[in-house]
């Protein structure tokens, strides 16, 4: 069975929203975050302690990732699904007689927002200086999108008729929207870093003043 959904840095809504599928006895057996896939199989061993937990770390060296996936499995959680680069990680509760939860405490909790917070904020001060120079370039102009006519390069354009009109219109059309839209897509992307840091920095305040209400 496969499952589509996107997920914007709340780990507990994805835990419940996957978790809810594990109640009606099935196991996550892969995931893709980026496109938001999902794939569960039915869980033939009926077990219910198949519960799924996720937390987020990168890791520079293959051997530090395998280090940490082997104390995981260790402590009864199988890894499912993420990589020493990608961040997010996913684990399956193997045993019944182990707590529910992959955190030893709240602050444990917490952390882990401020480091998901890190990482989007890094990537949003990472393309800043691109941003900067797509509109000292005239590559990005929120001008443009009020005044759509100037993206169109063809003279004389406006005063043709009829079928001349329409044959220049739709060629120019394509390289008219890449002019006017591509820096505005790139714009929306680098804000959209910043949205998930803050987000994720409300998540970790959040998790703080449940541990020190």
């Known amino acids: ?26 196991r996550l057996v892969k995931v893709k975050t980026m496109t938001g896939y999902y794939q569960f199989e039915q869980d033939t061993l009926k077990s219910k302690s198949h519960k799924v937990k996720i937390d987020f770390r990168t890791f520079r060296k293959i051997e530090d990732f395998n280090d940490y996936i082997a104390m995981f499995e260790d402590s009864g959680w199988k890894h499912i699904a993420g990589t020493k680069s990608n961040g997010i990680q996913y684990f399956e509760r193997t045993d ?16 882990l927002y401020k480091r998901i917070a890190n990482m989007w904020f890094g990537l949003f001060v990472a393309y800043i200086p691109i941003l900067v120079a797509l509109g000292m370039t005239g590559t990005l102009k929120i001008y443009n999108l009020f005044h ?29 929207l890449g002019r006017g839209f591509f820096g505005l897509l790139f714009f929306i992307i680098v804000l959209s870093y910043a ?19």
């Open 96 to 111: 019944n007689n182990i707590s529910e939860d992959i955190f030893s405490d709240e602050a444990s909790k917490a952390e």
């Open 195 to 213: 949205y998930c840091a803050l987000k994720a920095l409300f998540w970790y305040y959040k998790e703080k003043q449940v541990q020190f209400p």
């Open 1 to 26: 069975m496969v499952k589509h959904k996107l997920f914007v840095v709340d780990i507990k809504k994805e835990e419940a929203w996957i978790n809810q599928y594990v109640k009606q006895g099935y």
């Open 148 to 176: 759509l006519k100037e993206l169109y390069y063809t003279p004389g354009l406006w005063d043709r008729t009829g079928i001349d009109f329409w044959k220049a219109f739709w060629f120019e059309t394509p390289f008219a």
